[in-house]
């Protein structure tokens, strides 16, 4: 038995946390079955003091540090409880760079003690706006919007001696440095580096938040980059999302403010207790550089031949370069904060899987796989020569399909430096010279290289993906190749689209954080990917945008560029739907704390918007946005009467808003919320619910809403309409006929009222409209359209088209709960229902998560009529087992391996409501 090494909030590791008092968590991993821990105890260890008297450095003058290590270790003592996530911190609040190791230990049921964990070391950023004593470095105020920008360069000298009052020239020797820290963020996206070496790994940093409200900075460990006396420290900066142009409709400039700056403070700790914060304001220069041009839409040009040899190293000169304006801090109101999750890197590399030297010259590449990224090229050539790289997710008359892109161009170019003798050669060959741009990203699965000189090798480019690092949790795979495949692009549409917010696609003008998407995504997000991080920092943003009267954007971070302002059910329902599903699925207790003023804020917005009957009846609503009925011109004019859709989520979100404040603790608000959901539902019934059970103007999207939103009470009513939704499915030869409000419901309606088979058929279905339809074009991706690419290779005609959307991939969660059987039973899986619904042509299926507690699986197989289900339950949880057409034999079992069988009589279908089967023959096996 042991316990792993604690994680805090949503960080993998505690380096430059935002939090003063971090929740921490640990799982513990036991070879007992059913084993439960009955108590923990956390131990701190003080690594680096902090200063007693709260006051921070400023200028050249050293601050003596208070050594007092009174505080150097201390223990909760025995804790006894069963909470292993997100447990409060139980110590004196971290002050503003202070720096602990943590470890846990576990007593479990039979009152063993685990040993020590191994530490978390966290140190703390700057948590005050106090601890900020450097100013905005401007290197441009102001810049026409006629084009794309430049970027520029930005550098200054510093030594790494002591500073004190008593002798400015003591040297390393007399004063060990211990430490060095960088605290950096722009306005702008900036990457920094230090006597010629990249500082961080971090991309597009320092990402994208509602600047208005809130910056995030990030902090870097440059102890060991640092030399002894003279060192250089420099800059690349373009405009990002912050000043360059965003949106759709030909996009913005200058959204959040007209200037390109950066703020940084590089902090230096020695061995005598004293922190120094280097003078740096006065000392930086700034000069045009070789990014001529960077947008995130338009792309980057680079001109080597303009970037000055050695201008990130000691002893350059840069006396002809300009000194930049310093901004003050204060003239900027948002707040500067940590980061709440990961940051956004390269995660992978692709080889292309195919080259073709095009009649035009041009060499195109396929890579196999539509990501969001950019390429990485190694070339050799005379100087001045201009390689153009172009991007595209699909190919239309062979040719790159850049239509669907509209106006982000997404091309990059390379202009060689080549062999001067510079570099210190003999000018007489070319040398190789190795790019990738870094202040865009383009969302590609072909490119195609303009201009490239002489034979080109396939490792010559790689495409580099990127996205937040966020970790892999979820797995799922079955015995039908082509719903694999579809929960394979699923994942990759996840990954292309989670670049440092929840966007909508990564590579046209717009790449927006959709609040619809992420609402309906955020069940099948949370289980393929550790993404707590990244939702949770949106939220602030959803929080920070709503209106005094709580509406909520159609997009987050929002931007007037031409959509229309007043939001719309399902879209602005995120800010109920994300934080109560991170609630059930993380066990995050306190995301509904932090976001429940936003949530209600929502609710009653969204009640305003009702009439005397209870009821929404006009304004804006988006609908069953992209029903496949609606034509390519106007994807809001589905057949779903939007004014259901909104009522019903009315109704749905005020329950979950009465749910959380039951959680929460607040029985008046829980009681208010819940009196609404009740009216609402009853409203809902009496307009649109016949006794029999058939909806007014019914659709698939409205019977699926109602019955998976339970405004459906009376079971023969709920029977009966989803007899008339399998009706409804069977007679649209189950071909898909819901949009993006529909299309994550339908299924689970169909499960819930025992027509799981139609589920299936609807599931396995491939001519289009369907889920498979795109995966037998090709696809690698979920597309927005399910006839993005119609069945001639032609493009959708839609002014709107995607290849990269994750919103109709949320099906994926269906595929984890539903067939495979593996679902959360409470929150956080503390619990977990195993209920696998083997059917149609499907003869196995298979789940794994890593889930807060551990690693849990669910795996079956039918056999000659033999059903087997292996299940693999975490330390500390619990599951029921229901086997299929069993739903009277629920078995409950404990931590460990287990094997149950089976065998079948008839077809294994959902469990029905109403009448119960008796329990056929069942063996049940624990294993280990």
């Known amino acids: 038995m042991f316990v792993t090494t604690p994680t805090a909030e949503y960080r993998p590791d505690g380096f430059g946390i935002g939090q003063a008092a971090p929740r921490l968590s640990w799982r513990v991993e036991s070879e007992r079955p059913e084993s439960v821990q009955v108590a923990y105890e956390i131990r701190r260890e003080s690594l680096r003091p902090s200063a007693s008297d709260g006051s921070a450095p400023s200028g050249s003058a050293a601050v003596r540090i208070d050594t007092d290590t009174s505080r150097a270790a201390e223990t909760t003592g025995r804790v006894e409880s069963r909470e292993q996530i997100f447990v409060d911190w139980p110590f004196a609040p971290l002050a503003s760079r202070e720096r602990v190791s943590v470890s846990v230990r576990v007593w479990m049921s039979d009152e063993s003690p685990s040993e020590w964990s191994e530490p978390l070391v966290l140190e703390a950023a700057l948590l005050e706006p106090g601890d900020w004593v450097s100013d905005f470095v401007c290197v441009s105020e102001s810049a026409p919007a006629e084009g794309v920008r430049p970027g520029y360069l930005l550098r200054t000298e510093f030594e790494a001696r002591r500073a004190s009052a008593g002798d400015r020239s003591a040297s390393l020797e007399s004063a060990r440095l211990e430490s060095a820290r960088i605290y950096a963020t722009a306005h702008g996206i900036y990457t920094l580096r230090l006597n010629g070496q990249r500082v961080g790994d971090e991309e597009l940093a320092p990402g994208w938040t509602s600047y208005e409200h809130r910056l995030r900075y990030q902090t870097y460990d440059v102890t060991a980059l640092l030399r002894e006396g003279a060192n250089a420290l420099a800059a690349e900066l373009s405009d990002g999302w912050y000043r360059g142009r965003i949106g759709f409709h030909g996009g913005i400039w200058d959204n959040y403010g007209a200037d390109l700056s950066l703020l940084l403070q590089l902090e230096l700790r020695y061995s005598d207790g004293s922190l120094v914060v280097v003078p740096l304001d006065d000392a930086w220069r700034q000069s045009s550089g070789p990014v001529t041009a960077a947008s995130l839409y338009d792309g980057e040009r680079y001109d080597a031949r303009l970037e000055p040899s050695g201008w990130d190293e000691p002893g350059f000169d840069d006396s002809a370069w300009a000194r930049p304006t310093l901004l003050p801090r204060e003239r900027f109101p948002a707040a500067l904060e940590a980061p709440i999750g990961v940051p956004v890197r390269e995660t992978e590399t692709l080889a292309p899987q195919s080259v073709e030297r095009r009649p035009n010259g041009r060499i195109r590449l396929d890579f196999g796989q539509n990501i969001a990224g950019r390429l990485r090229i190694r070339v050799a050539g005379p100087a001045g020569r201009t390689v153009t790289l172009h991007h595209a997710e699909v190919l239309e008359d062979d040719e790159l399909a850049i239509r669907p892109l509209r106006s982000a161009p997404s091309v990059d170019s390379y202009t060689l430096r080549g062999s001067d003798g510079s570099d210190g050669s003999d000018g007489s060959g070319d040398r190789v010279e190795t790019w990738s741009p870094r202040f865009t990203i383009h969302g ?372 984890h709960r539903v067939l495979a059987g593996l679902a959360p039973a409470a929150p956080g899986y503390r619990a977990l229902r195993i209920a696998p619904q083997p059917g149609a042509s499907f003869t196995s299926a298979r789940a794994a998560l890593t889930t807060p507690y551990g690693a849990a699986s669910v795996a079956w197989t039918v056999d000659a009529g033999e059903f087997m289900l292996d299940v693999v339950v975490p330390v500390g949880v619990t599951a029921e087992v229901v086997l299929p057409g069993a739903p009277a034999d629920v078995a409950h079992i404990g931590s460990g391996t287990h094997r149950f069988t089976r065998r079948l009589h008839g077809p294994a279908l959902a469990p029905a409501t109403g009448d119960e089967t008796a329990p056929a023959d069942l063996t049940t096996t624990l294993v280990g």
């Open 444 to 815: 590609f699965r072909f490119a195609e290289l303009e201009g490239w000189p002489g034979e080109f090798d396939p490792a010559d480019a790689v495409a580099v993906v990127i996205h937040s690092d966020m970790e892999r949790t979820g797995w799922f795979e079955s015995s039908d190749a082509l719903v694999n495949k579809l929960h394979e692009n699923t994942v990759w549409s996840m990954r292309d689209n989670f670049v440092d917010l929840p966007t909508d696609c990564p590579q046209r003008d717009e790449r927006l954080g959709w609040t619809g998407d992420i609402q309906v995504f955020a069940p099948a997000a949370s289980f393929l990917y550790a993404s707590g991080g990244v939702l949770a920092s949106w939220l602030r943003d959803v929080e920070a945008e709503q209106s005094p009267e709580g509406a909520v954007p159609n997009f987050v971070p929002w931007i007037a560029c031409g959509f229309p302002e007043a939001s719309s059910a399902a879209w602005g329902d995120a800010a109920v739907i994300v934080p109560w599903t991170m609630y059930l699925r993380n066990g995050d207790r306190g995301v509904l704390d932090r976001q429940f003023a936003s949530m209600t804020g929502w609710v009653d917005h969204l009640a305003g918007m009702a009439d005397a009957s209870g009821l929404i009846r006009e304004g804006m609503q988006l609908g069953d946005w992209l029903d496949p009925a609606a034509p390519p011109e106007d994807p809001g004019a589905g057949v779903t009467d939007k004014y259901l859709v909104a009522s019903a989520y009315l109704a749905h979100s005020a329950r979950l808003t009465a749910r959380a404040a039951e959680v929460l603790g607040r029985a008046e608000a829980a009681e208010r919320y819940g009196r609404l959901a009740d009216d609402t539902a009853s409203a809902f019934r009496f307009e649109f619910v016949a006794p029999s059970g058939r909806l007014v103007g019914e659709t698939a999207t409205s019977l699926a809403v109602a019955l998976v939103f339970d405004l459906i009470e009376d079971a023969e009513q709920r029977a009966r309409a989803g007899a008339r939704l399998a009706d409804l499915v069977r007679e649209g030869d189950y071909r898909v006929q819901t949009g993006f409000v529909g299309t994550p419901l339908i299924c689970d309606a169909l499960a819930v009222t025992g027509n799981t088979e139609a589920a299936y058929r609807l599931l396995l279905e491939q001519g289009c409209p369907s889920w498979l339809y795109p995966v037998t074009m090709g696809a690698t991706t979920i597309w927005e359209r399910w006839d993005s690419m119609l069945p001639d290779g032609t493009v959708n005609p839609g002014e709107m088209t995607s290849f990269n959307h994750y919103a109709l991939g949320a099906v994926v969660d269906f595929l």
